[in-house]
């Protein structure tokens, strides 16, 4: 279970409290909840401690740029919310061998199943989305909104590598995606989130409705 948008030592601790495997922490992003500055990133990072990983979410599009950015905010995963079009997953790899790299495939349509299969033998996971980086403003996680859970099963069946599961989830669906997709994991940020704060309630409703599937 990864809560995402973590904003403050806070809500770091809430997180991990209720159960939380993974904190997702947001870089700056064109659009979207969450975005924090990489100074404030780097002081809850110092907070998490294994078990629990800390995952930094990048909208950096070169190895280089991404490299930087993690060895700014000290995170042990990164998660790339965007393609990579500049350098390799492998220059990252070679930079930084005990990071952990996450792409996120914004799952559309067909499509994103041959995108997945493209890139899944070069990370460590693929986390599923719904967002929308051809938008003009791209959208790159936090919508709420829920995408084709038949295409995200695709995907777990069709790849070699854990499958985390986002978008539009929250404690009244989480049980039915979870049946529907078989994900990995499941990531979640606006549904365990009241006014842009942290959820003690949500987020109690949500791990239940995870730990009792």
Known sequence: MKICCISSVEEAKLAIEAGADALGLVGKMPSGPGPITDELIQAITRYIHPPVSSFLLTSEQSSADIIQHVNRTYTNTVQIVDKLTEGTYAEIR?????????????????????????????????????????????????????????????????????????????????????????????????????????????LTAFMNAVIHV
């Open 94 to 202: 070679n930079a930084l061998p005990h990071l952990g790299i996450v792409q996120v495939i914004h799952v559309k349509g067909e499509e994103s199943v041959d995108e997945a299969l493209t890139v899944h033998e070069m990370v460590d996971a693929i986390l599923l989305d719904s967002g929308n980086p051809q938008a003009a403003v791209k959208t790159l996680g936090g919508t709420g909104n829920t995408h084709n859970w038949s295409l995200s099963r695709k995907i777990v069946e069709s790849v070699k590598v854990p499958v985390f599961l986002a978008g539009g989830l929250h404690a009244g669906n989480v049980k039915q995606a979870i049946s529907e997709v078989r994900p990995f994991g499941v990531d979640i940020c606006s549904g365990v989130r009241t006014n842009s704060r942290l959820d003690p309630g949500k």
